[in-house]
């Protein structure tokens, strides 16, 4: 087993409280698989994926407890300087907003470049790896594009850009949060194909997050529910796809566009029933 969480818990405390974000929650992922945490906004998908590798505020406004064992190494006692070299390394992220988090000034060669030059001092000839990457991640004319600027290249392309700098680093596990929301749907599919190829190829594990259940079905081999901080139902894909036990879930699932159908408005979940 590659990364075994236990009973991890993040809360976040402020003036006006506290809010348990994430309350105690157990999964694991092995080498070469695809776990997907779903769930609706806020329930604690992103800050789970980032309390493993110290992306969330310090104490006393963030805790973090429990357990993120990476090979059998405790991330969450890590130092923040031997942090540094586990995050890209060995976890690395891509983000839902591509154009926040690439840097206008620099040309996208650029920035993989200084991925490349930071994780892996052992490449000589950067720029040659930088067409490799974009190439990998599907852009045509690598040699042409690495130099053009983000505003230069369409959202699909620049998810690509995000996906190229996360493989600079040659990570074991990738963790894509919400990958493809800011995206249409055909280039959301040729992303969600490009991560599947992906993979394959390089036996990458991949956490993906997401609050649509339609891409998960194919991708995923295993799905963790998330529902108010905690996992409320997990399993393999093809179990929890066609056969749903908790009252979020199905309504989850009830939201996945059939084709050829047409949309009904999506279903309320009903709080207080889910409460009892
Ligand atoms: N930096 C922060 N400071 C304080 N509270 C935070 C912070 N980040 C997240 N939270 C809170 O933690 C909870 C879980 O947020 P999180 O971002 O993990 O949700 P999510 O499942 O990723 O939702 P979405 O699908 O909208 O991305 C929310 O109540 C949120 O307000
Ligand atoms: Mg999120």
Redesign the pocket.
Known sequence: MLLDVQDLK?S?H?RDGV?E??KGISFQLDEGKTLAIV??????????S?ALTKL??PEP??RVSGKASLDGENLLDLSASEMRAVRGKQIAYIF?EPSTSLNPYYTVGNQIAEAIKFHRKEVSDVWAEVVKLLDQVGIRDPEKRAVDYPHQMSGGMKQRVMIAIALACQPRILVA??PTTALDVTIEAQIINLLKDLRARLNMSIIL?T?NFGIVDEFADDIAV?FR?EIVEAGPAESVLSNPQHPYTQALINCIPKMGTKQKRLPVVDYAELEK
Do not use: Y
């Open positions: 993040v976040f402020s809010n974000a994430v769930g609706e906004s806020g329930s604690g998908k992103s800050v789970t980032m969330l505020p406004q963030c839902q949060d919400e997050i609050h998330m901080g």
